[in-house]
């Protein structure tokens, strides 16, 4: 039986809104649909188990999705990248995403219509972070130093 691990359609001029369905295959690992023109809300992305957590890698980036992140991005506790940036999210940063301990890359820039605020402080439990993209999200304030001395990449 054939299970799709890695799906990639970055560049493709893919229109349209993300299908439900795509974020909820089982068994996958990567999705990438970053630079297209898809459009419409983020879909609420949901673990599928907790005995499968299989979605490591995703990439939303340089589309024009709106709406706001869901709080069950949070379930996605396998995710070692995320990347929302050059879209038209909005609302706030959920706090929730501090449960993604094995995130190392995240990237949230050029959302400017992100609800201002500080920098979020579940960036404290992220005790794996490396790269951190935040400009132009609306983030004010002081990134505590235990978080940039981790980091290897910065981006305000």
């Known amino acids: 039986f054939f299970k799709l ?15 439900t369905s795509l974020v909820k295959l089982s068994g996958l690992e990567v999705l990438i649909l970053s630079d297209n023109s898809i459009s419409g809300k983020l879909p609420e992305i949901r673990q ?11 990439a939303l980036q340089k589309n024009v999705i709106t709406g706001t992140i869901h709080p069950s991005i949070g379930e996605l506790d396998a995710l070692i990248h995320l990347d ?18 094995n995130l190392k890359y995240l990237f949230l820039s050029q ?3 992100f609800e201002a605020g500080g920098i979020p402080q579940f960036l404290l439990k992220l005790t794996d972070l490396e790269d951190l993209s935040l400009m132009k999200s609306n983030r004010v ?11 290897t990449n910065l981006v305000l």
């Open 5 to 19: 691990q890695e799906l990639d359609l970055s560049s493709n001029h893919i229109k349209g809104t993300i299908p």
């Open 48 to 58: 599928q188990s907790s005995d499968d957590p299989t979605l490591k890698y995703l």
């Open 84 to 101: 929302l940036a050059n879209n038209s999210l909005m609302g706030s940063i959920p706090h929730q995403m501090g449960s993604m301990t």
């Open 111 to 113: 959302n400017p219509q």
């Open 141 to 151: 304030g002081e990134i505590p130093s235990n978080v940039i001395s981790k980091l």
